[in-house]
Every structure is written in C-alpha cells, then in structure tokens.
C-alpha cells in the first residue's frame, strides 16, 4: 500500500530480510504532480507484483510520464519493463554519467532515454528537477535529485538504515525516538565498504554543502523510508555515524 509522505509525495515498495533479523528497505517514490506523476526508481525485480499493484493503486487513471533512475543496480531498475509495459510511452529519465548502451536493458529504445546532468536542473510534465552528483554511491553514474516544491531530496542509496522487521511501515517521526544511529550504521558500513578508506570529514562537509545550498525538508532513500521528522536529529546521527565508520 502507498504510504502518504509529505505534499503529493508518496512512498511505495518492499523489503528484504538480511541476516539476524535485520531487514533493508527497497522504495520507490512517487510525485504525483497534478495529475502527471513522476516515479523516482523502478524498486527491486523481486518485488514486481506488489509494486505494480502499488503503483497502479496510487496512479488510478493517471498516466506517469517519466521514470528518474538514481543508478542502474537491479533494486533500483528492476521493475523497468513492468513499467514500460504497463505505460508504454514512459521517458525514463538516467544520469549522464551512466553509459546507456551498457548499463540499461537492451530493448529500451534511445528515444525513451533522457539525462540529467549534474548542476542543473530541468521541467518534467511541469515540474522543476535539479540533478546533482550522489556523495555517497556504489555505481559511478549514480545521481541524486530534488523536488523544490516538496523539498524532497533522493538520496539513493545514501540515508538508508536497516531495521527490524516490525519497523517496516514506520517512517521516523513514528518511531519512538526518530531512526536510530545504530541502523544508520548498520547500512552504511555494510552498503559502502569503501567508507573506512574514506576522510570522514571530507565526506561530511560534501553532506553539509549539499544540505546548505537547497531546502530539505524530506529525505527520500531507496533503502529507508522517507525521512521528514526531525531531520536536523538524523542528519546528526548520520554525521556521526559517518565519523565513526571512516577513518
Ligand atoms: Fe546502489
Ligand atoms: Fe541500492
């Protein structure tokens, strides 16, 4: 079932069971913009039936017209023909730093790829995006985006956090005390490997010039849910949970 986040955001997709109880998120966002939704990734091929349902239960009549891609790893592309089959005009929207011939499925025709490149921003069925270069990610071309009108930002991979299974539905101001530091690191040092290599305060000034030039009010991972509580308590928590994982 789609779950409402903030203005006409809404959150949709599954979750994964790990090791020892702990659970990752697997989300697909959804504007719904007037009557022209954009999708903002296509979640995971192992969720196709419900996400489709979802998706189909969130749209109704309304025709989306462009999928976003943060990057092109299976959970976030895996739905992609189900999609394309469902709504056969659909644009899908890629990095300019991904190479489409290699990195996206092969029968998705040139002339439904569009890119976003980095710094800038552009109108989609009437709506502003901005595309920016993703500080944290496991795929070269992966970028993130944000929605000024919801203040919205896409974080990918970054900001996910796992957690227990009876978590699931809860996004951060249901919780009791927001998402715990534990879960955030959790996922970041299992998802990002590279990040004790990594200066921890380079890593947190490019978080922090992200967050001072735009408005967050919502923080949309792939693999959480939408963060829009307190996110000056999780930015921090993240902070220092970055700190501590790098070296
Ligand atoms: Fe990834
Ligand atoms: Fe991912």
């Not at 939704?37 to 989306?64: C, N, Q, R, W, Y």
């Not at 227990?164 to 809860?170: E, F, I, L, V």
Request: hydrophobic share 40%.
């Amino acid at each position: 079932m789609a779950i409402h986040v903030s203005g006409d955001l809404y959150q949709i997709g599954e979750s994964i069971d790990g090791t020892d109880g702990w659970c990752e998120a697997v989300r697909v966002y959804v504007l719904l913009n007037d009557g022209h939704p954009l999708i903002f990734d296509a979640g995971s091929h192992l969720h196709t039936a419900p996400v489709m349902a979802d998706l189909k239960a969130l749209l109704g009549e309304m025709k989306p017209a462009f999928v976003f891609l943060t990057h092109t790893e299976l959970p976030h592309t895996g739905n992609m023909s189900a999609i394309a089959r469902e709504w056969p005009d659909i644009e899908f929207v890629v990095s300019s730093g991904i190479l489409p011939h290699v990195e996206l499925p092969w029968w998705v025709k040139p002339e439904s790829v569009s890119f976003g490149y980095p710094g800038t921003d552009e109108v989609y069925a009437g709506r502003r995006i901005t595309f920016l270069d993703a500080i944290l990610k496991d795929q070269p071309g992966t970028h993130w985006m944000y929605d000024a009108r919801t203040g919205t930002l896409f974080t990918a991979d970054a900001f996910g956090y796992l957690f227990p299974r009876s978590a699931d539905p809860y996004l951060d101001d249901q919780l009791d005390d927001g998402i715990p530091a534990d879960w955030l690191r959790r996922y970041h040092e299992a998802a990002f490997r590279f990040l004790k290599l990594s200066s921890g305060t380079k890593v947190v000034a490019d978080f922090d010039r992200v967050f001072s030039n735009r408005d967050v009010s919502v923080i949309a991972p792939t693999h959480g849910n939408a963060i829009r509580g307190n996110l000056g308590q999780c930015r921090q928590r993240f902070t220092d949970v970055i700190l501590e994982i790098c070296r």
